[in-house]
């Protein structure tokens, strides 16, 4: 009896040791654990995290908050390879956190996770677009991606349209002449754009 009082005691000292903690120190003792590969572990203290500032809130409230989701997604996505969980808390990062750096990232991982799991080919393009609306670095890529799942749909007037936007937008991008390549490509997919398709080819040469 004194044996199980005592582990009482001590499940509800550490219980109380964890409720004292801070979001941020939630998420490093998370990022231990995904390190220690232990995503169960490390998936508590992501929610840890997230009930430590649920009703707080201000700039480092919403910095934790989307930093919470997009690691307990991550574990989700590249851990526990659960994909229906990982896009619902991506998607719940998006709406929650809708301007933080992490969601931009989310949106790219989305769009992968629904081409290659889902085949929703729109949906993909509607997760790329939105991450293109914040200007990231990878610009050029992720346009060149949507312009390739346009050509995948059969869309090829957008295709060329979202190919020559790349071109106008990077021309010194290295992927500037795959784009002249797919523009050529998806004027050969029209009816009577033959013309068009050999200027498009010529001016890549």
């Given amino acids: 009896m004194r044996e199980v009082l005592l582990l009482?005691?001590?499940?509800?000292?550490?219980?109380?040791?964890?409720?004292?903690?801070?979001?941020p120190e939630h998420?490093?003792?998370?990022?231990?654990?995904?390190?220690?590969?232990?995503?169960?572990?490390?998936?508590r203290e992501y929610r840890l995290a997230l009930d430590a500032?649920?009703?707080?809130?201000?700039?480092?409230?919403?910095?934790?908050?989307?930093?919470?989701?997009?690691?307990?997604?991550?574990?989700?996505?590249?851990?526990l390879h659960d994909v229906p969980k990982a896009v619902s808390v991506y998607k719940e990062l998006v709406v929650q956190a809708p301007d933080a750096p992490e969601t931009a990232e989310a949106h790219v991982v989305?769009?992968?996770?629904?081409?290659?799991?889902?085949?929703?080919l729109r949906g993909a393009i509607s997760e790329l677009t939105a991450a293109l609306a914040r200007d990231p670095p990878t610009a050029?890529?992720?346009?060149?991606?949507?312009?390739?799942?346009?050509?995948?749909?059969?869309?090829?007037?957008?295709s060329e349209l979202e190919a020559?936007?790349?071109?106008?937008?990077?021309?010194g991008s290295p992927l500037a002449d795959d784009a002249w390549m797919l523009v050529g490509q998806s004027l050969s997919m029209r009816d009577g754009m033959h013309a068009e398709a050999?200027?498009?080819?010529s001016t890549l040469l």
Wanted: with cysteine; glycine share 4%; net charge positive.
């Fill in 110 to 120: 989305l769009a992968g996770i629904l081409e290659s799991h889902y085949r929703d």
């Fill in 164 to 171: 020559r936007t790349l071109i106008e937008k990077f021309p």
């Fill in 198 to 201: 050999m200027k498009a080819y």
């Fill in 8 to 23: 009482a005691v001590a499940a509800l000292v550490a219980f109380s040791a964890a409720c004292s903690r801070s979001g």
């Fill in 53 to 79: 500032v649920e009703k707080s809130d201000g700039p480092e409230t919403a910095r934790t908050r989307a930093t919470a989701l997009r690691g307990a997604a991550d574990v989700y996505w590249l851990e």
């Fill in 140 to 158: 050029p890529d992720l346009r060149y991606q949507v312009a390739k799942l346009y050509f995948e749909l059969g869309d090829y007037q957008q």
């Fill in 27 to 43: 998420i490093a003792a998370a990022r231990e654990l995904v390190y220690a590969r232990k995503p169960q572990a490390a998936l």
